[in-house]
Nanobody, 121 residues
Framework: VQLVESGGGSVQAGESLTLSCAAS????????IAWFRQAPGADREGISC????????YYADSVKGRFTLSKDNAKSTVFLQMNSLSPEDTAVYYC???????????????WGQGTQVTVSP
């Protein structure tokens, strides 16, 4: 089982980025995928999750209305579209897998290595 994030980078406030999480070793039909982020000195924050079966999505209040999560089961890839980025969104972003959706990091089983997102004013 492996998760690999990509798409991070440096942008200015108000711009957009799309992160990808490529899964291997398992099917997205069988695992929910969640995104977390961790800023320096802060706890890891769960921001979004997509269900394994019906593709229902969950969002933290901090990103609701700005971030959109989707997946392509055939490509085993989950996409996190991030719009209207602000400096407060600067963090390392991780994707993680579990049988059921959760925004609590202790409930996720498999983790990627993370990708840095930096938003300048």
């Amino acid at each position: 089982v492996q998760l690999v994030e990509s798409g991070g980078g440096s942008v200015q406030a108000g711009e957009s980025l799309t992160l990808s999480c490529a899964a291997s070793g398992f099917s997205l039909d069988h695992y929910a995928i969640a995104w977390f982020r961790q800023a320096p000195g802060a706890d890891r924050e769960g921001i979004s999750c997509i269900d394994r079966s019906d593709g229902y999505t969950y969002y933290a209040d901090s990103v609701k209305g700005r971030f959109t999560l989707s997946k392509d089961n055939a490509k085993s890839t989950v996409f996190l579209q991030m719009n209207s980025l602000s400096p407060e969104d600067t963090a390392v972003y991780y994707c993680a897998a579990a049988y059921q959706c959760s925004l609590s990091p202790e409930e996720l089983t498999y983790w990627g290595q993370g990708t840095q997102v930096t938003v300048s004013p």
